[in-house]
C-alpha cells in the first residue's frame, strides 16, 4: 500500500508539473532567455540547414557563450564544396555584443587577419549570415514568441526536457531584447521574407533552454521565391568558463572582401 501511494504521489506531481508547463507556454518561453542569464555560460553547438540548387547544406558549428557579457566563441565548419574540392579551413568566430568576428574568413582575407562585421547592418541581424546563429540571440528571439502549445515531455542528450513550439515575431522579439540585440532583431524583421519566426523549443527542469530550432525565411531574389533555413542550437554544460579575447585592431581586416 505504502508503494502505490509512494507511486501514485509520484505521479499526481509529475502530472502537476505538466500541467504547469502547458498553462502558459507564451509567457515561459517569452522568460528563457532570463533563465540563461542566471545559468551565465554554456557550451554551444549548432547547425544551419538550407536546401539550394536541389542540394541541402549543413553549417556546423561548436563552442562556448557566457550569456550575461553576451560574448561566445565558435569554431564553424563548412560543408565540402559540391565539386569534390578540398574542405575549408574551421572559421572561428567570435560573436560579441553588435559584433561578429571571422578569422580565416576566405574570399581573399590573410590567413592571420580577422574580419569584423556590424550586425545590425546585416539584414538578417546575422541570425544566419555568419552560418551560427548567436545563441542568446536566438534565445531573445523567443521574446517575441506571440503563439506556443506544450508539445510534452521528451529527452535532448539524455536530458529530461519540456517541448513547446510555436511562433515568434522578430519585432516584439526586438521591443523586449537586450540592447545589444535590439538592433539586430530589427535589421532581421525587415530583412527577412516574413518577420515571423516557427521555432521549437526545449526546455530542461529548471527552464533553461537545452535545444532551439527556428525556421528563418528570406527572399531568393534569382528564382523570385524565399528560401528556408533552419538553424539549430544545443546549449549542455552550463557554467562552463568562457575566455574570449577580442582581435587588436592591426589584426582586422581593412582591405576589400572578394565576392564569392
Known amino acids: ?13 509529475a502530472a502537476a508539473e505538466d500541467a504547469r508547463a502547458a498553462a502558459d507556454p507564451v509567457r515561459t ?23 539550394t540548387g536541389g ?21 564553424v565548419i563548412l560543408p565540402q564544396d559540391p565539386a569534390g574540392a578540398a574542405e ?8 560579441t555584443p553588435g559584433a561578429l568576428f571571422m578569422k580565416n574568413r576566405g574570399a581573399g582575407v590573410p590567413a592571420d587577419k580577422w574580419v569584423r562585421v556590424d550586425t545590425a547592418t546585416l539584414s538578417d541581424g546575422n541570425l544566419v549570415t555568419g552560418g551560427a546563429t548567436d545563441p542568446f540571440a536566438a534565445a531573445e528571439v523567443l521574446r517575441g514568441t506571440r503563439t506556443a502549445t506544450y508539445v510534452g515531455k521528451t529527452e535532448v542528450a539524455g536530458v529530461a526536457v519540456r517541448h513547446y513550439r510555436g511562433t515568434a515575431d ?8 537586450s540592447a ?35 525556421r528563418f ?10 528560401v528556408a533555413v533552419f538553424s539549430t542550437t544545443l546549449l549542455y554544460g552550463f557554467g562552463t568558463p568562457v575566455t574570449v579575447g577580442l582581435p587588436r585592431s592591426q589584426d582586422i581586416y ?6 564569392k
Open 1 to 13: 500500500m505504502v508503494c502505490a501511494c509512494a507511486t501514485g504521489c509520484s505521479g499526481s506531481g
Open 29 to 51: 518561453l517569452r522568460n528563457a532567455a532570463d533563465t540563461l542569464l542566471d545559468a551565465g555560460s554554456s557550451e554551444a553547438r549548432t547547425s544551419m540547414e538550407m536546401a
Open 55 to 75: 542540394t541541402r547544406v549543413t553549417i556546423r558549428g561548436e563552442g562556448v557563450y557566457d550569456f550575461r557579457r553576451q560574448l561566445g566563441r565558435l569554431t
Open 88 to 95: 575549408h579551413r574551421p572559421i572561428t568566430e567570435l560573436l
Open 170 to 177: 522578430l519585432d516584439l522579439a526586438a521591443k523586449s531584447a
Open 180 to 214: 545589444a540585440d535590439e538592433a539586430a532583431l530589427k535589421a532581421a524583421a525587415k530583412g527577412f521574407a516574413t518577420a515571423e519566426v516557427p521555432f521549437d523549443a526545449y526546455l530542461d527542469d529548471q527552464g533553461r533552454i537545452r535545444k532551439i530550432r527556428h
Open 217 to 226: 525565411s528570406f527572399v531568393n531574389g534569382q528564382h523570385r521565391g524565399t
Open 254 to 259: 581593412a582591405g576589400k572582401i572578394a565576392e
